[in-house]
């Protein structure tokens, strides 16, 4: 069955940091890859999303994640993080085909001013 | 344009009840998708429907079904309520391919007592 690994499940971070989140998955044909995003008292969220290509995409407020097809892998990167990238944070993948995302256990990010 | 709406967004059922939630997709979008969140097992697929056919279903017990109508709008009906059917439940929605990029509504949290 496919799955979906984040080894971080709490993150705390101060201002300025930099941010790495590990997501690997469990599946040997072609993905679709996922980061969404849930801001406190927001709904989920598309934060970057890859498909084919250059396996390094960027999303939005500076996140970027790079897919590494050989280690079955997509972490999350940030070279400074905000208080406001406070939020919890979903590795997804689609596999198969049709909008059944498989969803790691997300990781808890908290950013201190 | 407006997002995904859910309603009712908080209410409270007993064991043995039943209960519908319902969604309102994006305006445009032929796709709506069901998760149910909860702190235990994460965000896991209900199903999806697609111009009023269900066109892939997770594993959950026939307690849990759903249903398109032809304005795209979607409910979602459990019956026989238990306790561990509280749980924040997800509607999603997509204009209709199937990449697994979706955007979330605000949920609907179902507290069974």
């Known amino acids: 069955a496919q799955s979906v690994s984040q080894h971080n499940h709490h993150v705390i971070l101060s201002e300025a940091a930099s941010l790495e989140l590990g997501c690997n998955y469990s599946?040997?044909?072609?993905?679709?890859l996922f980061w969404y995003v849930q801001y406190p008292g927001q709904h989920l969220q598309l934060l970057l999303k890859?498909?084919?290509?250059?396996?390094l995409v960027k999303g939005i407020k500076g996140f970027e994640a790079e897919f590494i097809k050989s280690k079955f892998s997509f972490n999350l990167r940030k070279p400074s993080v905000q208080w406001s990238d406070t939020a919890e944070y979903f590795c997804?993948?689609?596999?198969?085909?049709?909008?059944?995302?498989?969803f790691g256990a997300g990781t808890r990010l908290a950013v201190h001013p | 344009k407006a997002g995904v709406t859910q309603t009712p967004r908080y209410l409270i059922k007993t064991r043995g009840q039943q209960v519908t939630l319902s969604c309102s997709p994006i305006?445009?979008?032929?796709?709506v998708s069901w998760y149910q969140q909860t702190p235990g097992q994460g965000l896991q697929f209900l199903f999806e429907?697609?111009?009023?056919?269900?066109?892939n279903k997770g594993n959950f017990p026939g307690r849990f079904s759903g249903r398109q109508f032809s304005n795209s709008r979607s409910e979602m009906n459990v019956s026989t309520l238990e306790l561990g059917d509280s749980a924040l439940y997800l509607c999603?929605?997509?204009?209709?391919?199937?990449?697994?990029?979706?955007?979330f509504g605000e949920g609907s949290r179902l507290t069974v007592l």
């Open positions: 429907y697609f111009s009023e056919t269900q066109r």
């Open positions: 997804a993948v689609v596999a198969g085909g049709y909008n059944k995302l498989i």
């Open positions: 999603a929605s997509n204009p209709g391919q199937s990449t697994g990029e979706l955007f």
């Open positions: 305006s445009g979008h032929r796709s």
């Open positions: 890859y498909f084919s290509g250059d396996p």
């Open positions: 599946y040997g044909g072609t993905v679709n």
